[in-house]
């Protein structure tokens, strides 16, 4: 029994007319004929009765129709969502927390505007987690502020964000035009958690420097760092996304390095990662955007 007696089984039922269901099928009458004649010698049973030129479904024929419409249904959904899986599937995306926060929701809000019907699913963790999840596939794209460390994974550079100082209003390094690391390692240091991509590159560059520092707080919330810096606790070394919104509102004070500390953000996917349309879209959306204003 094959799913094309099932199509001709469900039109005829649906016309309650052999000529009519030709018609739709674009099939000679006789064939959608000896469709229904196969089907009802294949199972032993009667599906129309017929009357003239008129035919009735028994019951029986109304019973197999709801395995049928059931059976035909399924497969024109199967049908239509994988020959269409860029629009109708779903795409996952992870991304660390300050990409997170302040980079993605105006990026996915653009790629929902050219997939509106994709379903997105996102995961904000830390950059490493992001990047194990690319490697147990529990993801289809990530978006981290570190290189990953799996030769396992391709990572190509979208954004280019900068590592900040910043010190409360009234703190004595506020009248300094520039700051170097070693002065702020003269005071308490807040500090994002050990993990975090924030902490790696600040801890490599003490490291270079061979500067030795025992943070005061320790945090893996951002906002919790700013505010004990606005409150004049210490001092912190923030990327310029998380904190641009309170220099702006001079809650706390940016203060330049002689030379900046830049990192890269980056797109990851797995090196064997069968890359979709849909995907390579939103690969190609996170390499035209620009840090939020």
């Known amino acids: 029994m094959t799913l094309r007696h099932m199509k001709i089984f469900t039109t005829v039922f649906r016309h309650s007319n052999i000529t009519k269901a030709a018609d739709e099928l674009h099939l000679a009458q006789p064939s959608v004929s000896v469709a229904i004649k196969e089907l009802e010698e ?5 599906l129309f009765e017929r009357f003239g030129r008129r035919i009735f479904p028994t019951e029986t024929g109304k019973e197999f129709y709801g395995y049928a419409l059931h059976i035909v249904s399924m497969f024109e959904e199967m049908e239509k969502k994988i020959r269409n899986w860029d629009t109708l599937g779903v795409i996952r995306i992870g991304a660390s927390i300050t990409i997170g926060t302040h980079i993605l929701p105006l990026l996915l809000k653009e790629y929902q505007a050219l997939f509106p019907e994709l379903r997105i699913e996102v995961m904000i963790k830390s950059s490493s987690i992001i990047e194990q999840y690319i490697l147990d596939n529990n993801i289809d794209i990530g978006l981290i502020e570190t290189q990953p460390e799996s030769p396992d ?24 035009s520039q700051v170097t690391l070693e002065q702020l390692a003269e005071y308490p240091f807040l500090m994002r958690e050990h993990g975090s991509a924030g902490r790696e590159i600040l801890d490599a560059c003490f490291a270079l420097r061979q500067i030795t520092v025992h943070p005061l707080w320790e945090s893996a919330s951002t906002q919790a760092i700013i505010r004990g810096v606005s409150e004049g606790l210490g001092v ?58």
């Open 153 to 176: 994974i391709i990572a190509h550079p979208f954004m280019e964000d900068y590592m900040q100082a910043i010190v409360a209003p009234d703190h004595p390094l506020s009248k300094y």
């Open 236 to 293: 912190a070394v923030l990327p310029c996304l998380l904190v641009k919104k309170n220099i702006d509102e001079h809650n706390v004070k940016m203060i330049p390095f002689p030379q900046p500390l830049t990192r890269k953000l980056n797109i990851i996917c797995h090196k064997s990662k069968y890359l979709t349309e849909n995907m390579k879209t939103f690969i190609d959306l996170c390499s035209q955007s620009r840090p939020p204003a």
């Open 42 to 46: 294949y199972y032993g049973i009667r």
